[in-house]
């Protein structure tokens, strides 16, 4: 039986978008970065630890603490304002003495000899806007400021590191918040007012899949940039063959880590591409997700690599994941494509990878038949066969927890918000509770209600007694704990705390729900 799909106004082109989410994702590695290890790497590693990293890290302090005490003079009376931007002098001074001679010494002490630059960047009049991906290195930072790319974007509590505040004040930061504040200004505020100050700012740089991830793939772009419906001039980053070292991946693969590797590395390999100024059409303008699309499209034209749904809240379900003991992969589920086709928010997929972790028994990021009957309080073993083999498209036995969030998407979301099916539901395993009055002992109609006699008589009435070992018990003592008749609002309440009984008892019931 496949996995069939809420009742949805869906096009054509979602229905096809609907198959292939039921598929594994295009590419699933995008946030797992592991060395092969070999036994030259690990002795380029150790030679590079002895003779080369104090002698990089003495340069890089030293380059570091003298950029800070210029850094002093060179953003003297500059505010902290969006459109607040340096002096003329001041900016002289930076891109032509400061930068071309310190960022000259930071490349060769990183081990960057010879980067090489393609194409020619534009203007802020002409793109206020540069557009930089693939984000997959730490030095994607230092490298944009070295090259005078523009104001990087930076959150406002980082105002409060002495040293970090003053260097990025050099590249004129744009300072956001990202909380709701009296004080406070979102991104798009900032980039607003930016715009607005009539080309005395330089171009804003916007790293837009907004999480790093490893080589050869670009995560779904972000629409900040692209709101504000102006041009911008996209920027392809190569690492070339160092990028297995200078790959920096949360989590997993630690920011100290990647940075150790690549000062471990005699050269390293860069390469930047600008691509033209794209210019966004009106179609684009109102259609702030095409946009981004389309950037992102000329972008893989140029990288020649593949592109995924990943984003930044899948790494942030790769930690949740990891704090609940499974695997960090586990949480890959290409957020964007679940939200785009099912409109699942984020904190529903924390939950439901909560649900996930307490199903896997063993903590390997895999939940199989076993796990399911341990878990799940139904007597009649047909129905949670059908139910698992619905949940897992690709028959393997084992289901990921991206099989499993598709199927609370599919399955148990349409019956959860579907009220009268489930007042079906408890009309049809529960009975009417009668009792006399004492005044006159007429017998007088209650609300109906689930009692364990009438439940477990009503079950073995349709079905007999071939239930699951273990689970008959269980379910009368989970929908009656206290031996007391179990009301609607009870049973609804019992049910949100196992989601899983949702599409079971449809098929108990005669009911599909996910088709109601």
Known sequence: ?????????????????????????????????????????KLQIALGTVFLVP??????????????????PLTFGLKKSPTAHLKRWQRFILQRLVWPIAGQILLITLGFYSPRVIGRPASHKAAPFRIIAPHTSVFDTVLSAIYGHGSCVSLKENQRIP??????????????????TPDGLSPRQAMEMRLNSRGRCQPIVIYPEATVHVPGVLTSFRPGAFVHGVPVQPVAYRYGNSKEWTTWVEPGHSLWKSIWHTLCQFQNEFEMEYLPVYVPSEKEIQDTACYARNVQSELQRALKCS???HSLEDTHLCRLAAELGLPSSAGQVEYRALRRLYRVSYQQLRKILRHFANLDSDKDGLIDFTDFRRCIRWPFISHLEAYFKDCNPDSDGRLTFREYALAHCCLIAPCVHDTNTLKKIF?????????????NEDACAMPRHITRASLKRGLEDRYGKMFVPGCHIDFHLYICPDRQPCSYETFVSRLSATPDLYPVLSKYSGLDMAST
């Open 55 to 72: 002698i990089r890290v003495l340069v890089l302090a030293i380059t570091f603490a003298m950029l800070y005490c210029l850094s002093i």
């Open 307 to 309: 592109v995924t749904d």
């Open 427 to 439: 009309d049809r395993i529960s009975t009417p509770t009668t009792v006399f009055s004492p005044a």
């Open 163 to 180: 040293f970090l505040a003053r260097l990025f004040a050099m590249t004129e930061v744009l300072w956001v918040d990202r909380a709701d």
């Open 1 to 41: 039986m496949a996995m069939r799909l809420p009742m949805q106004q869906h096009s054509e082109e979602t229905s096809r978008d609907v198959v292939a989410t039921l598929r594994l994702p295009r590419f699933t590695g995008a946030f797992e970065h592991k060395i092969r290890w070999t036994p030259r790497k």
